[in-house]
């Protein structure tokens, strides 16, 4: 069985080829030799007495200092590693060359116990093997840090416009262990005999931008016997009091790097180069010219008036992003540079400055983000579902900065509860996200306060006066949706049991603020669209208290689901108790027995119901045909929801039979749809369905990409029938103009793919299914009523019965709508046909 910690270790340490930091700790812990315990260091894994470094920091006034040791290896080296937290980014250089490909390091978290609040907190370090790296003589080590989350420029203001800053300036602990071939060990430890200079970054936000100027330069600082008597003597710094931890998650990476299509000059003196779509990172400038000369980009998600960069996507009142870079050339022939410290969210940068003329070549985008791996592929026949699909795919990859990162084009970036919970499952059938969410549930856990209540923005990068506390049950329970999707996606019980405390106290909660089972309390359906063309933030069309008490029971559910898999019987009987008696008050509350109507009669009222199992079984079917009824003839085909309604639209029309109407919402170009803001030219999600640039909403944000489950498991038919699809679930749905759908999904135990194309007298079904796993693969059949399906050259299916058991084949069976067959591991290739 392979969980995440296994099947992600590879990606998780940059240079370390297999092992993780945590294993380097447990090497170090059976090391001969002395260590040294700072006395006021903090430490987790490795623990105190394995440390031999103290954290370093340069003067309050430095934007983003450099720090340098030269030591000496004397001997025959047998193994060398480099463990280094730098806050809040850093970037570590041994003998002139940077160690590792990882950008942004270490991911962020809440850096700081709050002892008022009884909350925890951990810093993320990380192990590089360096055995390479070292030679005998005089070597060096130096590294460069940023502000990151950590600390900030005098500019940047308090959250929530930005953020609230942890310290008043970066820091650093570094330690390199050198083993050699005798047995013996070198330790070097960040301490006060580290040197520390400004270099030429002289600004740098995360959000702002960041300004580099290469006369600044010390050629030569990270090598051995650069002269480095004229720098200050670093200082010891007090430690966060956050726990260190290794980094147990895919690093921040450039993924990509991206070509501009064109360049446009629309006035003298300003070029925007189109980068052809939207993404998340910054860019690499190529340019020759004097020394002093100021290139200055500035980066944005749209053009107006004949090619000027359009920004107030960026410049919301409240979450201004100034996404602005500046370089300062030396002077000295051909200079190529690109940020180390901040991050855009962007299609089109706009140049000025350039010495000269610039051409397409001297700008290139890239890609930023946490280097998931891909998990799955989808492909259809209709292209604006593609198209759909390309755009949510890019987003949710944007979003991917260690924590599931909000609007990517203002400050607003910190990460919310609320929407990654109604697209989590969207976003794991593209991307192997296992210990990517393993460290943000962790995140959530460290943040969440002795009543129960979780923060609705975690980790708490919101503080000050601004308390990310409030009664938001929806957004809350995506720690317990998280829990529960990564306990099914990827077969990990483990993380069940670390997150069931946490769980039974947010229930906890949340039963504080019910009366008689129902909470009034919330946001509600958030984004909705109206009649009127726009989006509004709170609904109006659901009220909150329906699905606040919807999610107070399916968290209810999960929860009890969870004790029984962990054997907790006597916790599993009482919380399905008490979802029943949840579920009851939601009907009495909600539900009016003669229409069959939730609440309003909004699709968000009836779908949310449905998906949830929250409609007794005598009324399906009628609050089915509500929901229907609304779409087509009320809304002439469209959805009107919000975040919380469009997650149980994907879920419960398909699941109900009415695949058809979901693909008529998915397939419309017409305001509210995702097709529509293809049409406007759109390459990312947009925060809301309308577009309206006045209202400098967001041009990247997730929140609407409930899609993809739909275009996955219904369209493409992969679907788990238990945790990490030990039993897999094959059943396509060919609705509208569908005619071909190609689509994979690399899970725990393996690739699952389908391809399936159908014409007037058959439908071809070609699957694999990984070893150790079964599958129910249904076979539709398109309304014909008499059919047979064969394997290849014979028949395996007429009749009504199987004739010929395929190696692989077990069993099967036929109603009105499929044929369904249940197989072992292998490839298949099957053709129903009609016999009418």
Partial sequence: MRSWNESNAREIDGLVPFES?????????SRPGPFSKPAFFQMGKPAPEDWNAQWIAADSDISSPLFRKEFSVEKTIARATATICGLGYYELYLNGEKVGDHVLDPGTTFYHNDTAKELDSRVLYVTYDVTDRLKQGPNAVGAILGHGWYSAEDDVPPSPSHREPYSDRPRLILQLDIEYADGSVHHVGTDATFKTSAGPITYNDYSHGETYDARLEKPGWTSPEYDDSGWAAAELAESPSGTLRAQMLPPIRVVETIQPVRLMNPKPGVFVYDMGKNFSGWCRLRARGPAGTKVVLRHAAKTRDGGHLDNRSNTHPRHIARQTDTYLLKGDGEEIWEPRFTLHGFRYVEVTGFPGEPKLENLEGRFVRSSVASAGTFYCNNDLINRIHDNIRRTFACCFQSMP?????????????????????????????????????????????PSGQVPYVSPIHWRGDHSPYSAMPVWQSSYPLFVWYVHQYYDDARILAEHYEGMKKLIGYFGTLAEGHVITAGLGDHMEPQADGTSSGAPRHTPAALT???????????????????????????YFELAANIKEAFNREFLDPQTSDYATGSQTSNAVALHLGLVPEQQIDAVVKNLVDDIVNEHNGHLSTGIVGINALEQSLPLYGRADVMYGIATKTTFPSWGHQVSLGATTLWEP?????DRQMSLNMKMLGSSEKFFFHDLAGIGAASPGFREITIKPQPVGDLREVRASFNSVRGLIRTEWHRDERSFVLDTSIPVNSTAQVHLPKLGWSKVSVSGGAEDVWRDGKLVDRLQGIKSGAEDDSFVSLELGSGNYHFVLRNED
Avoid at 22 to 28: G, M, Q, S
Avoid at 689 to 693: F, T, V
């Fill in 21 to 29: 930091a945590e294993v380097i700790a447990e090497l170090r812990r």
């Fill in 689 to 693: 369905w309308d577009y309206n640039p």
């Fill in 405 to 449: 990162q909000d609007a990517m084009d203002r400050s607003e970036r910190v990460a919310w509860l609320g929407d990654p919970g109604m697209i989590a499952e969207d976003a794991i059938y593209n991307f192997d996200t296992a210990a990517f969410w393993s460290k943000w549930l962790n995140d959530i856990r460290d943040n969440q306060l």
């Fill in 548 to 574: 606040s008490t919807a999610y107070y029971y399916f968290d209810t559910l999960i929860l009890a689901r969870a004790a029984k898999v962990l054997g907790k019987d006597e916790d599993a009987r009482r």
